[in-house]
């Protein structure tokens, strides 16, 4: 069985950084690829970033990017979530989840938990 | 405002059916694989359908996709209560990244 578990978050004040972590099991987790995806206090799903299966290639949303760096050790099956210069626009449950694979890659299909990050004075 | 549009909320009543629609673009839905997730409050999304219109194991058949040109609809029959969540509607453009559409919340009267 797939798992994902987020953790990390917590309340940092703005201008502040924090990383997050996702622990994976149950697959092969250095052949896939990963994503972030956030999600605002009632409203919807907002891609952060995404890692290919060895780290070495990553893409992000226009607004993270060059505050946020995606990075994952293969060796300890975590991928993570480098936030700086933190705003309050940056307040969200964070998840992680698994790019899904059939005959091409199609998007997420599995998704941790999430973890709350909430960015606050 | 979400390159993905689509409607912010649908109802129907139980045992009918309902249509889910996510309006994109050349630039993405016409040239990429669209995904559904379903979200019910203070929980991870799931995914429904893949690849425009595979259901992974686990997902009954009352739930379809379907993909032409730059929109895609999900479909739902034999409503019920606890179908009441978020739906939204995923994939990819390529300057852009992953796209989801803004969500539609379904009711089931």
């Known amino acids: 069985e797939v798992q994902l578990v987020e953790s990390g978050g917590g309340l940092v004040q703005p201008g502040g950084s924090l990383r997050l972590s996702c622990g994976a099991s149950?697959?092969?987790?250095?052949?896939?690829?990963m994503h972030w995806v956030r999600q605002a206090p009632g409203k919807g799903l907002v891609w952060v970033s995404q890692?290919?299966?060895?780290?070495?290639?990553?893409t992000y949303a226009d607004s993270v990017k060059g505050r946020f760096t995606v990075s994952r050790d293969n060796a300890k099956n975590t991928l993570y979530l480098q936030m700086n210069s933190l705003t309050v626009e940056d307040t969200a449950v964070y998840y992680c989840?698994?790019?899904?694979?059939?005959?091409?890659?199609?998007?997420?299909?599995?998704w941790g938990q999430g973890t709350l990050v909430t960015v606050s004075s | 405002q979400s390159v993905l549009t689509q409607p912010p909320s649908v109802s129907a009543a139980p045992g009918q059916k309902v249509f889910i629609s996510c309006s994109g673009s050349?630039?993405?839905?016409?040239?990429?694989?669209v995904s559904w997730y379903q979200q019910f409050p203070g929980t991870a999304p799931r995914l429904l359908i893949y690849?425009?219109?595979k259901r992974p194991s686990g997902i009954p058949d009352r739930f379809s996709g379907f993909k032409s040109g730059t929109s895609a609809i999900l479909g739902i029959t034999g409503l019920q209560t606890g179908d009441e969540a978020d739906y939204y509607c995923?994939?990819?453009?390529?300057?852009?990244?992953?796209?989801f559409g803004g969500g539609t919340k379904l009711t089931v009267l």
């Open positions: 989840a698994r790019e899904g694979y059939s005959s091409d890659w199609y998007g997420p299909d599995d």
């Open positions: 149950g697959f092969i987790f250095r052949s896939y690829w």
């Open positions: 890692i290919n299966h060895d780290g070495r290639s990553s």
């Open positions: 050349n630039s993405n839905i016409g040239k990429n694989y």
């Open positions: 690849e425009n219109e």
């Open positions: 995923e994939t990819w453009e390529s300057s852009l990244g992953l796209l």
